[in-house]
């Protein structure tokens, strides 16, 4: 994460998103023609797609096979290629401290109803009371890796470290 903010302070990596939009000023989609060295890269990875599918679905299935029963819930018992494998806990954020503390970085993506947080709501009509059970679960939204090139081992030592929050901490 550190060498991605590097890579795009320097302006040699884009933001997912520009100020404009962040402030709502723009409206609709800004399309831009896709840099020659972009759509190569985009082509070399689609010549990998199944295998990178096949590794997600492994992760997934992984996943979800050992965290069902360990008070983490999720939306779906699909076991299909997901590209983030998301999981539902009251106390997300104590997980996601008792794993940075451990050199892992989990996902706290969609941690607010809209995105990216800091949107000016009232430019795009968006009351914050309107969807409270959206709000309430935007808070407990953890993801769980499962980059193409992840190994099983390094999922599974993931669900270990689960593991050892769920057995080990109370309430």
Known sequence: KILLVFLQNLHLLSFPYTQDEKKSKIAGLNLQRMPDALAKLALFQLKKINRYNK???EIVKLYSEQLGSLGYSFPSKNTSQLMRFVIFHPKRDDIYNFFR??????GKWYS???????TDLKKIYYDPRSCPNAAALAKTVLQLPTYPTMKLKDAQRIIDQ?????THTTG
């Open 55 to 57: 590794r997600r679905e």
């Open 101 to 106: 503390k451990r050199g892992v970085y989990l």
């Open 162 to 166: 689960l593991i050892d929050y769920a």
């Open 112 to 118: 607010v109803v809209i995105e990216p947080k800091g």
